[in-house]
């Protein structure tokens, strides 16, 4: 079965300082990943997923299938960067997206 | 365009009833998904709908079923509601599928007591 482990659920972080949201996967098969964001009193949205390669709002994220590993980076965070995040596994087979469960996401002035 | 819309948005129910929540998807979109989010299991996935089939399901039991209607809106049934039932439902929707950008709405908050 598919899972995904988001191993802090609060990170804080100065603005301008470099933030880095982790999420492990562990799934047998080829996995297509996703960053969801959910800013306050907003609705889930996606942020990135990893077939399109892009960067959203200056954040990155590069699947490594060796360590099954689809970390969120930004060089330097904003204050506005403060939200939900959670990263999704969509299993091929099954066709299922599954969460992790999910990193608070704090800036500081 | 408009959005995706759930209602109601808040429900109070008691253990043993029903309950039915609706999902409007956004204008065009065909896939419509449902989801359960709860503070210990997080977001979980309940179903997918596609042109009126189901064609996903997670591991929630019988008691949680839903369908779709040809304009593509969906509705979500929960029999002989359990107290563990309480929390929010979500649902998106896509133009094709979980490959596509998924649009979530506000959610329905249900209460069980």
């Known amino acids: 079965a598919q899972r995904v482990t988001q191993p802090e659920k609060l990170l804080s972080v100065f603005k301008g300082a470099p933030v880095e949201l982790k999420c492990n996967y562990s799934?047998?098969?080829?996995?297509?990943l996703f960053w969801y964001v959910q800013y306050s009193r907003q609705r889930l949205q996606l942020l990135l997923r990893h077939i399109s390669r892009e960067s959203i709002k200056g954040f990155t994220a590069d699947l490594n299938k060796g360590e099954t590993s689809f970390h969120l980076k930004k060089p330097f965070a904003q204050e506005e960067d403060s939200a939900m995040y959670y990263c999704?596994?969509?299993?091929?087979?099954?066709?299922?997206?599954?969460f992790g469960s999910g990193t608070q996401l704090t800036v500081l002035p | 365009k408009a959005g995706v819309t759930q209602t109601p948005r808040y429900l109070i129910k008691t253990r043993g009833q029903q309950v039915t929540l609706s999902c409007s998807p956004i204008s065009g979109h065909r896939s419509v998904s449902w989801y359960q989010q709860t503070p210990g299991q997080g977001l979980q996935f309940l179903f997918e709908?596609?042109?009126?089939?189901?064609?996903n399901k997670g591991n929630f039991p019988g008691r949680f079923s839903g369908r779709q209607f040809s304009n593509s809106r969906s509705e979500m049934n929960v029999s002989t509601l359990e107290l563990g039932d309480s929390a929010l439902y979500l649902c998106a929707s896509s133009l094709g599928g979980f490959g596509d950008e998924q649009f979530f709405g506000p959610g329905t908050r249900l209460t069980v007591l």
């Open positions: 999704a596994l969509l299993s091929g087979s099954a066709r299922q997206l599954t």
């Open positions: 709908y596609f042109s009126e089939t189901q064609r």
């Open positions: 799934y047998s098969g080829s996995p297509e």
